[in-house]
Nanobody
């Protein structure tokens, strides 16, 4: 079992920046991969960015160049640096983890999910 706790979400103005954090505990391992997903009201959950233990990353087209995913393995902590935020980035952001991720951006790859942290971007 892996437990995930997100933090860092808040309300910001368009053009602003936020950094989300996700701390993992429990049966973490050297082989797991982690990702950020988001879900806006009335919309389906969508992938934002994923990273595996060796540092390979993937981003959704909508955030490429604005968001950066990173991790500090020694701290079991995942980050999402979000710059140039837009109102359409408003959503609940979730951290997810899995022991194997053939597709870093596929929600079906992930077994463990956090409770989410709310990001609201106003125009």
């Amino acid at each position: 079992q892996v437990q995930l706790v997100e933090s860092g979400g808040e309300s910001v103005q368009a053009g602003g920046s936020l950094r989300l954090s996700c701390v993992a505990s429990g049966s973490t391992s050297d082989n797991y991969c982690v990702a950020w997903f988001r879900q806006a009201p009335g919309k389906q959950r969508e992938a934002v960015a994923g990273i595996n233990r060796s540092g390979r990353t993937r981003y959704a087209d909508s955030v490429q160049g604005r968001f950066t995913i990173s991790q500090v393995n020694a701290k079991n902590t995942l980050y999402l640096q979000m710059n140039s935020l837009k109102p359409e980035d408003t959503a609940m952001y979730y951290c997810a983890a899995a022991y194997r991720c053939p597709d870093l951006l596929a929600s079906g790859s992930y077994n463990y999910w956090g409770q989410g942290t709310q990001v609201t971007v106003s125009s």
